[in-house]
């Protein structure tokens, strides 16, 4: 049992784990829709989430907190001046999961992570 164990390894090292994390994050923001397995699409919800969150402050602050997680700094430009203002009334659930199905290869449950249209 995994009782106050929260997040999944995705049989990877911590390090592997934030890189594939803080990757998936900036190509989300970037393009408002990437394709992933449901596994990696659920953890990086959550992150994509407090970054935009972070956009809809706007204060420096909040700039650099967001550079730590996004490796692109232009993604970061978008998120403070299109993503905060298109989310600013919105409580939270900038995101949304579309469950694809299984991939060829591998048989992995696929699902297609987008930000929710404008509110």
């Not at 390894?9 to 934030?18: E, P, Q, T, W, Y």
């Not at 995101?95 to 290869?105: A, N, Y």
Request: net charge positive.
């Amino acid at each position: 049992m995994a009782h106050r164990i929260a997040g999944r390894r995705l049989s990877r090292s911590a390090s592997h784990r934030l890189a594939l994390f803080r990757n998936q994050v900036t190509d989300l923001l970037r393009h408002e829709k990437i394709v992933t397995t449901e596994a990696k699409a659920k953890e990086v919800r959550s992150i994509a989430e407090k970054v935009i969150t972070l956009g809809k402050d706007g204060t420096l602050h909040a700039r650099r907190r967001a550079l730590r997680i996004v490796t692109d700094k232009d993604v970061v430009t978008k998120i403070f001046d299109d993503l905060g203002p298109r989310f600013a009334s919105r409580p939270g659930g900038y995101t949304r999961i579309v469950k694809l199905g299984p991939r060829l290869g591998d048989g992995a449950h696929m699902a297609q992570l987008e930000l929710v249209g404008k509110e």
